[in-house]
C-alpha cells in the first residue's frame, strides 16, 4: 500500500469522540476469552498471524494487539477502540536489538533500554526507513514509540508470533485503561478475536513514555515507571512544549470515569464514593492501599475507578496522593480525569 493511501485510510478513521457510533459500522467478531495456557497463547499467535485482534496481558495494563507490519490489522485496532485518527500506537518487541531495528537507536536510548528493559518503559525515536512498520502505527509522525514488556505471557507471545505487536491499551478511546481480562470484555466484548487471561496487571499503570527523537529527552507521559529511575540515567528530562498533540495521551481529558471527580478531598460529601490512600482515610468507600503504599495504589487504581464509577453515587471524592515515584502518575491520571469535558480538548503539558 503506498504512503498516500494509507495517509487517505487515516483521515477515514473516526476523528472525534464516537462512543454513540452504532456498532453495526463495525465488523463483529466472536470473542474467545482464554486462560493464558501456551496452547491458548500459541493459538494468539496464530491469530496474530492472520491479522486478527488479540488483548493481552502486560506489566503495566491489559493490550489489544495486532501486526504491527499489517496495515489492515492496525487499521482495525483504530475501529475497535473508536481511537481518535491522530493518536499513534506503541509497537512491542521480543527483545532491544529488535527494537533497535525499527527505529534509530541512540546511546541514550541503549542506555535506557540496558536499565529498563524487559519493563514500563516507551521511548519515541526516528523510524528507520523501509522498517516493514505500518506507517498507520505512527499516524502521520516521523517516529515510532517502541516498548519490550517484561509480562511472561506477553514475552511468550511476540516470540511465538514472531512478530512486532502494535498495542494501545485495550478500552475503547476515553475509558480508562483495563487492568484485568474482564475489563478488557467490559470495552471490547465482540469488537476483538481473543483475550489471553493471566489475572490482574502487576504494576496496574501505563509505561512512562519518553521522547528521544529530540535533542533533550523529553517526558510525554508519567507512568509505571518512576520518572527519578529515568532521570538517574540519562539526566534530567523535559516537560513537553507546544499546544500540538505530540503525544496525544496528553489530551487533558484522556483518562475519563462518567462522573465528577474531587481531589484533594479528606472525606466524602453527601451522595460522594471515596477513594481513599493510606491509614487515615477511615471512612473510604474504597481504599487503593490503607498501608500507605504507592505501588499498590497504582495496581488498584484503574480498577477501583471503574468500581466506583458503577456505583450509586454523584460524584467520587479522592484523599491526597503523594507526589513522589508512582504518585506523581496516579496524580496525572487524576488531574486529567478531573477535567471537565469540555476543557478536554488540548493539553497543558503534562509537568514531570
Ligand atoms: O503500558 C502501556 O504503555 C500500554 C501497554 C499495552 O503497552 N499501552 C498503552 O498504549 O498505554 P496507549 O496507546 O494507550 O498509549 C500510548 C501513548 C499515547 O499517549 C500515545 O499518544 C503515545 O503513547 N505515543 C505513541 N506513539 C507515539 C509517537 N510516535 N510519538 C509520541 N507519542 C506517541
Ligand atoms: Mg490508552
Same mark, same amino acid.
Given at each position: ?5 494509507l495517509l487517505?485510510m487515516?483521515h477515514?478513521?473516526p476523528a472525534?469522540?464516537t462512543?454513540?457510533r452504532?456498532?453495526?459500522e463495525?465488523t463483529q467478531r466472536?470473542?474467545?476469552i482464554?486462560k ?5 497463547i500459541h =493459538?494468539?499467535a496464530?491469530a496474530?498471524?492472520r ?11 491489559y493490550?489489544?494487539?495486532a501486526?504491527a507490519t499489517n496495515d489492515?490489522?492496525?487499521?482495525a485496532i ?5 481511537r ?7 509497537v ?6 529488535s527494537a ?6 541512540d &546511546?541514550r536510548?541503549?542506555?535506557l533500554?540496558d536499565?529498563?528493559?524487559?519493563g514500563?518503559l ?8 523501509a522498517n ?9 509522525l516521523?517516529t515510532v514509540a517502541v516498548?519490550?514488556p517484561?509480562? *511472561?505471557?506477553?514475552r511468550?507471545?511476540?516470540a511465538d508470533?514472531g512478530l512486532?505487536i502494535?498495542?494501545?491499551s485495550?478500552?475503547r478511546?476515553?475509558s480508562?485503561?483495563?487492568?484485568t ?6 470495552d ?5 478475536d481473543?483475550?489471553?487471561d ?5 504494576l496496574?499503570? =501505563? ?9 533533550? *529527552?523529553?517526558l510525554?507521559?508519567?507512568g509505571g515507571?518512576p520518572v527519578e529511575d529515568?532521570?538517574a540515567?540519562?539526566g534530567?528530562?523535559a ?14 481529558r484522556h483518562?475519563?470515569p462518567?462522573r465528577?471527580?474531587?481531589l484533594n478531598a479528606t472525606a466524602a460529601g453527601p451522595?460522594?464514593?471515596?477513594l481513599g490512600?493510606?491509614p487515615?482515610?477511615? &471512612?473510604a468507600t474504597?481504599n487503593l492501599s *490503607?498501608?500507605?503504599s504507592?505501588?499498590?495504589?497504582a ?10 464509577d458503577r456505583?450509586?453515587?454523584?460524584a ?10 508512582l ?6 491520571r487524576l488531574?486529567?480525569?478531573?477535567t471537565p469535558?469540555?476543557e478536554?480538548s488540548?493539553a497543558g503539558?503534562?509537568? *514531570?
Amino acid at each position: 500500500m503506498s504512503d498516500g493511501s494509507l495517509l487517505c485510510m487515516l483521515h477515514l478513521l473516526p476523528a472525534t469522540r464516537t462512543r454513540d457510533r452504532p456498532d453495526s459500522e463495525l465488523t463483529q467478531r466472536q470473542t474467545s476469552i482464554l486462560k493464558a495456557s501456551p496452547e491458548a497463547i500459541h =493459538e494468539a499467535a496464530l491469530a496474530l498471524r492472520r491479522g486478527g485482534l488479540v488483548a493481552f496481558p502486560t506489566e503495566t495494563v491489559y493490550g489489544l494487539g495486532a501486526d504491527a507490519t499489517n496495515d489492515a490489522a492496525v487499521a482495525a485496532i483504530f475501529a475497535a477502540k473508536n481511537r481518535p485518527q491522530f493518536n499513534p500506537l506503541i509497537v512491542h518487541f521480543a527483545d532491544a536489538d529488535s527494537a533497535a531495528a525499527a527505529v534509530a537507536f541512540d &546511546g541514550r536510548a541503549r542506555r535506557l533500554a540496558d536499565a529498563f528493559w524487559p519493563g514500563p518503559l516507551t521511548l519515541v525515536l526516528p523510524r528507520r526507513a523501509a522498517n516493514g512498520i505500518s506507517l498507520l502505527v505512527s499516524a502521520g509522525l516521523e517516529t515510532v514509540a517502541v516498548r519490550v514488556p517484561g509480562q *511472561p505471557v506477553a514475552r511468550a507471545l511476540l516470540a511465538d508470533a514472531g512478530l512486532p505487536i502494535a498495542a494501545p491499551s485495550a478500552n475503547r478511546s476515553f475509558s480508562v485503561s483495563p487492568t484485568t481480562a474482564s475489563h478488557v470484555a467490559a470495552d471490547l466484548d465482540g469488537r476483538i478475536d481473543l483475550i489471553l487471561d493471566d489475572g490482574p496487571c502487576r504494576l496496574g499503570l =501505563e509505561s512512562t513514555v519518553v521522547d528521544l527523537s529530540t535533542e533533550t *529527552p523529553t517526558l510525554l507521559r508519567l507512568g509505571g515507571l518512576p520518572v527519578e529511575d529515568i532521570e538517574a540515567v540519562i539526566g534530567t528530562l523535559a516537560a513537553p512544549t507546544g499546544s500540538a498533540p505530540k503525544s496525544p495521551g496528553m489530551l487533558s481529558r484522556h483518562y475519563a470515569p462518567g462522573r465528577p471527580l474531587r481531589l484533594n478531598a479528606t472525606a466524602a460529601g453527601p451522595d460522594e464514593a471515596l477513594l481513599g490512600f493510606g491509614p487515615q482515610a477511615t &471512612g473510604a468507600t474504597l481504599n487503593l492501599s *490503607p498501608r500507605g503504599s504507592l505501588e499498590e495504589a497504582a495496581a488498584n487504581f484503574f480498577a477501583m475507578m471503574r468500581e466506583l464509577d458503577r456505583g450509586d453515587f454523584a460524584a467520587i471524592a479522592v484523599s491526597p496522593i503523594p507526589q513522589t515515584g508512582l504518585g506523581r502518575a496516579i496524580n496525572d491520571r487524576l488531574t486529567r480525569a478531573a477535567t471537565p469535558p469540555e476543557e478536554g480538548s488540548l493539553a497543558g503539558a503534562t509537568a *514531570p
